[in-house]
T-cell receptor
Framework: DGGITQSPKYLFRKEGQNVTLSCEQNLNHDAMYWYRQDPGQGLRLIYYSQIVNDFQKGDIAEGYSVSREKKESFPLTVTSAQKNPTAFYLCASVPSGTPYNEQFFGPGTRLTVL | KNEVEQSPQNLTAQEGEFITINCSYSVGISALHWLQQHPGGGIVSLFM???GKKKHGRLIATINIQEKHSSLHITASHPRDSAVYIC?????????FGQGTRLTINP
């Protein structure tokens, strides 16, 4: 079955540690996105990539890093520079060739920094 | 003021009631998305529309481009409709999200 997978679903880390969140898609989508969701707030864009080996900062990129070495994969690293990393992280991808950019979402990773 | 505003923020209704969730936006858009987020956190795309009205089962989405306003309606609501409903405005390269409407349908 085609889809987007994120792992793990729950992640706990100690303050000061870097952590990498996985996002994989087998939908052959060109564009991929990382969002952060905090309680009572809308999703906010962290980084996005429209093509392999290229990515752009979103609205809240500070303290995060990404890579896009393969079309299928867009991992997000939450670094120790991120001041408030505890949040729900969602990955999404967009099919190429569509007139409007319908987004397909993964199940999310809930990160708790202790 | 947020670029995308939803109302109400919370809505509780009885099974069978007709539900309306509103979304107003202040940015120029190419499309407006309605998404559904279940308690586990996963998000599903319900509608993407740029004009008029779309219907899927008991769900109806409308948009008025001139007034920069969209509505999501649920007819004959059911407890399984309980979720957070999110509208998002499609800009040039990204979505701008509303804060979501938490809907609870009681049996």
């Amino acid at each position: 079955d085609g889809g987007i997978t994120q792992s793990p679903k729950y992640l706990f880390r100690k303050e000061g540690q870097n952590v990498t969140l996985s996002c994989e898609q087998n939908l052959n989508h060109d564009a991929m996105y990382w969002y952060r969701q905090d309680p009572g707030q809308g999703l906010r864009l962290i980084y996005y990539s429209q093509i392999v080996n290229d990515f752009q900062k979103g609205d809240i990129a500070e303290g995060y890093s990404v890579s896009r070495e393969k079309k299928e994969s867009f991992p997000l690293t939450v670094t120790s520079a991120q001041k408030n990393p505890t949040a729900f992280y969602l990955c999404a991808s967009v099919p190429s060739g569509t007139p409007y950019n319908e987004q397909f979402f993964g199940p999310g990773t809930r990160l708790t920094v202790l | 003021k947020n670029e995308v505003e939803q109302s109400p923020q919370n809505l509780t209704a009885q099974e069978g009631e007709f539900i309306t969730i509103n979304c107003s936006y202040s940015v120029g858009i190419s499309a407006l998305h309605w998404l559904q987020q279940h308690p586990g956190g996963g998000i599903v795309s319900l509608f993407m529309l740029s004009s008029g009205k779309k219907k899927h089962g008991r769900l109806i989405a409308t948009i008025n481009i001139q007034e920069k306003h969209s509505s999501l309606h649920i007819t004959a609501s059911h407890p399984r409709d309980s979720a957070v409903y999110i509208c998002a405005a499609q800009g040039a390269q990204k979505l701008v999200f509303g804060q979501g409407t938490r809907l609870t349908i009681n049996p």
